[in-house]
């Protein structure tokens, strides 16, 4: 009789292997096994694949066509656009006698590049296929784009916070509804302090390098201004804009803007000012603005710098006739692990060229956002009750923002500021420069500590300041303060 088979009487496995009685370990320690077998052997093939590239990127080899498969949506005559500058450039180095699989890859990893650009697919997955032209020549490949496209519906309804106000917007969005990675888009928010608002956006590629594009937009929206100023205002508009990315020298836009206004629902106390610029204006207005942008973080920054400078000319037609510029910075730097430092600041000017600026034109200046421990529109000059605006304006702040003690991974901040600025009304009996050095010499000055919580896609502030310095007209805010916003100071 056969005698059974024993275990050895020394183990002879591996000494991390696990126990046989325990199946548990013994399904952990074969999956991570197999796990580090398949990784080793993906490793290699991509080495031997590295290798195999190197020793042949210079074998000849020329680009006869590019096919784009899963496409069904999408104009040939707009890929095309898209591929041609890619095919002509190899073709530029065909002439140069430079052709070969490197010049090959980098033409199907560029085209793969811009097609992923146009958001309109899921997937893009490029192959480099021997020549199907039975005319071709040796060393003549294709390059095979296979996609999978997305969605061309979208519809979303939700509940904001923003700049101090709370929402109910529904979004509805068609993709690529030409073809040709247009995108047409509808807006309709109502609200607490802007009870409602449309906007529609029909936007459109220029360029086949797709940094520059055009925008075609219709607006209207209907503000409560009851919080500062004793009126409503309307406003309905259009607006044309030529987007241009510059890479890292920036945004640049340029456009046209049509806006009809409307200061209307006046309160029984509302002054005589704001009962001067009640009824109907005509804005007709070119603008140019200017955008750079190395932030790690837009809400919370800990590192880089922000820029932007708009410029706005109004009178081609219209009720008024203006010229308009803003400037805005912000540049945060990391002091310690845990702890940064924030210095922010922006400034405007308007030069009206009839009598007086419109209110609707005007800088408004004061609240979380803008400036801390004022009240929201509430600072320059004022008649009765009624926030007047102002045509001249500047603001800086610096806040040093830092973990919460052994909470590093919470998205809640402290951090202690220090906000400084002004607001005022240009005085035609002085010169620019008398005005500007007048502004600056009289600001107004508020610190205080609070908390800063990320809330996607926009930040909370809860903070305690006092204004240490302030003028007659301005609105102070003692105490506690809170902030819903994007775009903080």
């Known amino acids: 009789m056969t005698e059974r088979l024993r275990p050895?009487?020394?183990?002879?496995?591996?000494?991390?292997?696990?126990?046989?009685?325990?199946?548990?370990k013994l399904k952990k320690w074969q999956e991570a096994r197999l796990e580090r077998k398949l990784r080793g052997e993906y490793e290699s093939?991509?080495?031997?694949?590295?290798?195999?590239?190197?020793?042949?990127?210079?074998?000849?080899?020329?680009?006869?066509?590019?096919?784009?498969?899963g496409a069904t949506?999408?104009?040939?005559?707009?890929?095309g656009w898209l591929i041609q500058p890619w095919l002509a450039r190899h073709t530029d180095d065909r002439a140069n006698k430079s052709n070969d699989l490197q010049g090959a890859m980098y033409t199907a990893r560029g085209i793969s590049h811009i097609l992923q650009e146009t958001d309109l697919f899921h997937s893009v997955q490029t192959e480099i296929q021997r020549s199907r032209d039975h005319l071709a020549n040796d060393g003549d490949v294709d390059i095979v784009i296979n996609t999978r496209e997305k969605g061309r519906f979208y519809l979303k309804s939700a509940t904001e916070f923003g700049?101090?106000?709370?929402?109910?917007?529904?979004?509805?969005?068609?993709?690529?509804?030409?073809?040709?990675?247009?995108?047409?888009?509808?807006?309709?928010?109502?609200?607490?302090?802007?009870?409602?608002?449309?906007?529609?956006?029909?936007?459109?590629?220029?360029?086949?390098?797709?940094?520059?594009?055009?925008?075609?937009?219709?607006?209207?929206?209907?503000?409560?201004l009851s919080s500062f100023a004793s009126c409503s205002e309307i406003s309905h508009g259009l607006k044309v804009a030529i987007n241009s990315n510059w890479g890292a020298q920036g945004v640049h836009e340029v456009a046209y803007q049509a806006v009809l206004r409307h200061v209307n629902n006046l309160a029984p106390s509302a002054s005589i000012s704001i009962r001067e610029h009640a009824g109907q204006s005509i804005k007709s207005s070119i603008s140019h603005?200017?955008?750079k942008d190395t932030r790690d973080d837009k809400l919370a920054a800990s590192r880089g710098y922000y820029g932007k400078l708009f410029q706005e000319l109004a009178g081609l037609s219209g009720d008024v006739s203006f010229y308009k510029a803003?400037?805005?910075?912000?540049?945060?730097?990391?002091?310690?692990?845990?702890?940064?430092?924030?210095?922010a600041a922006r400034s405007g000017f308007l030069k009206a060229f009839s009598n007086h600026s419109h209110f609707a034109d005007r800088f408004q200046l004061g609240g979380p956002l803008s400036l801390r421990s004022f009240k929201a529109n509430g600072m320059g000059p004022r008649d009765g009750v009624d926030s007047l605006g102002g045509d001249i304006y500047w603001s800086t702040g610096v806040s040093l923002v830092s973990d919460i003690p052994r909470k590093a991974h919470w998205p809640i901040k402290s951090h202690i500021f220090l906000n400084a600025g002004r607001l005022d009304e240009m005085d035609r009996t002085?010169?620019?420069?008398?005005?500007?050095?007048?502004?600056?010499?009289?600001?107004?000055?508020?610190?205080?500590?609070?908390?800063?919580?990320?809330?996607?896609?926009?930040?909370v502030e809860v903070n305690f300041g006092v204004p240490l310095v302030a003028s007659k007209s301005d609105g102070v805010r003692k105490g506690f303060q809170v902030g819903i916003g994007m775009e903080f100071l």
């Open 73 to 79: 949506n999408t104009r040939k005559s707009f890929l």
């Open 8 to 24: 050895p009487l020394q183990r002879t496995a591996h000494p991390q292997e696990p126990g046989e009685d325990d199946l548990e």
């Open 430 to 459: 002085k010169g620019l420069g008398e005005n500007i050095i007048g502004c600056l010499k009289r600001p107004a000055i508020s610190a205080g500590v609070g908390l800063i919580y990320r809330f996607d896609p926009v930040r």
């Open 45 to 69: 093939a991509v080495f031997r694949l590295a290798e195999l590239v190197n020793q042949n990127r210079e074998t000849p080899l020329t680009v006869a066509s590019v096919r784009v498969d």
């Open 326 to 343: 803003e400037i805005e910075s912000q540049i945060s730097r990391r002091l310690l692990p845990g702890m940064s430092l924030s210095l």
């Open 289 to 291: 603005s200017w955008t």
């Open 163 to 224: 700049n101090n106000e709370g929402s109910v917007s529904f979004t509805g969005r068609v993709r690529n509804i030409f073809g040709g990675a247009e995108l047409l888009e509808g807006h309709y928010a109502a609200g607490t302090k802007t009870r409602r608002s449309f906007h529609g956006l029909l936007s459109l590629p220029l360029s086949p390098s797709l940094r520059t594009t055009g925008q075609l937009s219709l607006f209207s929206l209907e503000r409560d």
